[in-house]
């Protein structure tokens, strides 16, 4: 896509076209928010938090504004976009009201005089998804704008009007020119922005792909990077699990914004003892839910984000049919205009299949039935990626135990999956490297600056 446009994923019309940034445009921005820097970190850090906090009032007024742009762009249902917006605000809030203490100098210990403190180091580049198209920014650039540091961001191409709005609702809460510029520019652009000599770090949401090539490029010009990719997040269902509540949290988790979450709810494995009455349950709740209107309060699921992620997960749904998968419950393309797809739930995916091994970033279910809980670890952890997890069980004992032998970043017990404002994010493997969000989302693009007095 050589241009940002909004192409409304409910109709499939493209509304609105923007035109790229030219190079000469973007050095010009990128000196800039050089320039800016100069004078970003050394403002008060009163300054920093109450413009932070400016930003979360303003989210709060604009929220049925923003949310009704984002069901147009990518087809958020309404409801949930309002839902994000909200964690947006609370983000910002939370950087504001404890940036200053994450920022605490240090004293060494076994030492006389020796301290580190933590200071901004510069230009930050940002590469930014559609599917969270607030929050994926806002978890990037508060504790960024408040420990000091200017941000150049480049959303994604079909979100463009987002863009514009968050970069309106900055300059709105007072953020000094310069501090945060928006950049529409291509791919093949962002190389020689990060090449850049006032660039000092990449931080990127996305595909392996992308996260892949932007590291490779990042590494060649010695720029830190933060990668949060993809996931395939196990749900386990333990025995003595709440079996409805369970099933509950796998539905959100799997269907909340059409599953397309890097930590939506992947994988159900569910023990044996249990395991029909389980499917039972979910395959009731998926039959009967029905993509609609995203504009509409009453819906849950929307379309897709696009053309281009309905061809994907069709395509990904067909093959696992055509390598044998058990369908519990028959989904695919629905025959209108826009990017729609019926829900599906899929079962019997073994190792020969690619649908075992890939990301399905879309609303289709996997089941697993589980023999005991070493066959659970063995199935979650039988995967490249390694972002979240869920845990579903009365023992508490037992689940710690089992989380301790899981390769991801997170684990939540008995809930659906999820993030918060204090509650770090990311993951390992090929999931990325790197956290977000809490008292660790300000140590990513950090100097740890000693004085040894």
């Not at 007024?61 to 605000?89: D, F, T, Y």
């Not at 910002?92 to 933590?118: C, S």
């Not at 972002?387 to 069980?393: K, P």
Request: aromatic share 8%; glycine share 8%; with cysteine.
């Amino acid at each position: 896509m050589t241009s940002y446009q909004v192409t409304n994923p409910a109709t499939g019309e493209i509304e609105e076209q923007y035109a790229n940034h030219s190079d000469d445009d973007v050095q010009a921005i990128i000196t800039e928010s050089h320039d800016a820097y100069q004078l970003w970190r050394n403002s008060d850090i009163n300054e920093r938090a109450q413009i932070l906090n400016n930003i979360a009032d303003l989210y709060d007024k604009q929220r049925e504004n923003l949310a009704k742009i984002m069901a147009h762009e990518m087809g958020k249902p309404i409801s949930q976009g309002e839902g994000e917006l909200g964690l947006v605000s609370e983000i910002f809030r939370y950087y504001a009201k404890y940036g200053e203490q994450f920022l605490t100098t240090v004293d060494l210990p076994n030492t006389k005089n020796a301290i580190v403190k933590k200071e901004p180091i510069g230009v930050l580049l940002g590469i930014m998804p559609w599917n969270y198209p607030h929050y994926q920014v806002a978890r990037f650039i508060a504790p960024n704008l408040m420990l000091g540091n200017t941000i150049l961001l480049k959303h994604a191409p079909s979100c463009p009007k987002t863009a514009l709005a968050i970069t309106d609702i900055l300059s709105q809460a007072g953020l000094p020119s310069g501090v945060y510029n928006n950049i529409f520019v291509t791919n093949d652009q962002v190389k020689s922005i990060i090449d850049n000599k006032h660039i000092q770090g990449v931080s990127l949401t996305g595909s392996e792909r992308a996260g892949a090539a932007v590291a490779q490029i990042a590494g060649a010009a010695l720029k830190k990077v933060v990668l949060e990719l993809g996931g395939s997040d196990p749900f386990i269902v333990l025995k003595d699990a709440d079996i409805d509540q369970a099933v509950t949290c796998a539905f959100i988790g799997r269907f909340g914004n059409a599953g397309q979450a890097c930590n939506a709810a992947k994988r159900m494995i569910v023990d044996a003892d249990i395991y029909d009455e389980f499917v039972e349950k979910l395959a009731y709740k998926i039959e009967s839910l029905q993509p609609n209107d995203p504009l509409s309060r009453e819906t849950f699921l929307g379309p897709l984000s696009s053309s281009q992620a309905l061809e994907t997960i069709q395509a990904q749904y067909d093959n696992a049919v055509n390598q044998g998968a058990t369908v519990l419950v028959a989904g695919g393309k629905i025959t209108k205009s826009g990017a729609w797809f019926k829900p599906a739930l899929l079962a019997d995916i073994t190792p020969s299949m690619q649908a075992y091994h890939d990301e399905l970033f879309g609303p289709v279910a996997v089941v697993y039935k589980a023999s005991d809980n070493e066959e659970m670890i063995r199935l979650a952890n039988d995967t490249s990626f390694g972002l979240g997890a869920c845990i579903h069980t009365k023992d508490m004992i037992s689940g710690q135990a089992m989380a301790e032998l899981l390769d991801v970043g997170m684990v939540a017990f008995n809930q659906a999956p999820g993030t918060a404002a204090e509650m770090l994010f990311g993951g390992v493997k090929r999931s990325g490297f790197g956290r977000e969000l809490g008292p660790y989302g300000m140590n990513e693009f950090v100097n740890f600056k000693l004085y040894n007095k």
